[in-house]
């Protein structure tokens, strides 16, 4: 069974030339439709996630991979999906350690909980070992660039195309990402039309 993440290597590697009776090569500009506009670093969707979430692959809580922490080596597109879920148990140093730095007004401190997001969309590990399942992903599917930008999509789809209105769709982007509630709503519109769900 081919994962999402096959899927979408092979539209690339059929965009960049090398196609078969099934596809037909495009140009950049079609190759970026075809991967979806709220990838390119310039979109409204990479900008607006860059203010409110993260703005790297490695990103972990209070960017802890670059302070002064027991995290600071850590780089998550370098680990696999199994190790992944292993540093974002609850009860492991890593949820241990966001646990009191949670900011006031987040669900997870208002319930008593942690939080333990990773990597550029800041995917959580409920979220990590849903998306697993979800999306057919083995265990040793590596945390990289494209690993986060298919999650992303999946994620930022499934949000959207719950919704039956702009005003719902919205409310259930904002339920994925907390920061997208410090985005306006004229740019979360264009958010949903880049994804392109």
């Given at each position: 069974?081919?994962?999402?993440?096959?899927?979408?290597?092979?539209?690339?590697?059929?965009?960049?030339?090398?196609?078969?009776?099934?596809?037909?090569?495009?140009?950049?500009?079609?190759?970026?439709?075809?991967?979806?506009?709220s990838?390119?670093?310039?979109?409204?969707?990479?900008?607006?996630?860059?203010?409110?979430?993260?703005?790297?692959?490695?990103?972990l809580?209070?960017?802890?991979?670059?302070?002064?922490?027991p995290?600071?080596?850590?780089?998550?597109?370098d680990?696999?999906l199994?190790?992944?879920?292993?540093?974002?148990?609850?009860?492991?140093?890593?949820?241990?350690?966001?646990?009191?730095?949670?900011?006031?007004?987040?669900?997870?401190?208002?319930?008593?909980?942690?939080?333990?997001?990773?990597?550029?969309?800041?995917?959580?590990?409920?979220?990590?070992?849903?998306?697993?399942?979800?999306?057919?992903?083995p265990?040793?599917?590596?945390?990289?660039?494209?690993?986060?930008?298919?999650?992303?999509?999946?994620?930022?789809k499934?949000?959207?195309?719950r919704?039956?209105?702009?005003?719902?769709?919205?409310?259930?982007?904002?339920?994925?990402?907390?920061?997208?509630?410090?985005?306006?709503?004229?740019?979360?519109?264009?958010?949903?039309?880049?994804?392109?769900?």
């Open positions: 069974m081919m994962t999402v993440i096959d899927e979408l290597k092979l539209r690339k590697e059929n965009n960049m030339g090398r196609y078969d009776a099934y596809s037909s090569p495009h140009s950049d500009e079609q190759e970026a439709e075809v991967t979806s506009a990838l390119r670093e310039d979109s409204v969707t990479q900008q607006s996630l860059e203010k409110v979430e993260a703005g790297t692959y490695d990103t809580y209070a960017n802890a991979e670059v302070g002064d922490t995290f600071s080596d850590v780089r998550v597109t680990m696999t199994d190790e992944l879920v292993a540093f974002s148990k609850p009860s492991g140093e890593y949820g241990k350690w966001v646990k009191p730095r949670l900011g006031k007004d987040t669900k997870a401190r208002a319930q008593g909980l942690t939080s333990t997001p990773m990597g550029k969309y800041q995917i959580v590990g409920t979220t990590l070992r849903s998306l697993m399942k979800q999306m057919n992903l265990g040793d599917t590596v945390f990289n660039e494209e690993t986060q930008d298919a999650m992303f999509l999946f994620l930022a499934d949000a959207i195309n919704g039956n209105d702009l005003d719902s769709k919205i409310a259930n982007l904002r339920g994925v990402w907390e920061g997208f509630k410090n985005i306006p709503k004229s740019d979360l519109a264009k958010v949903i039309q880049e994804v392109g769900a």
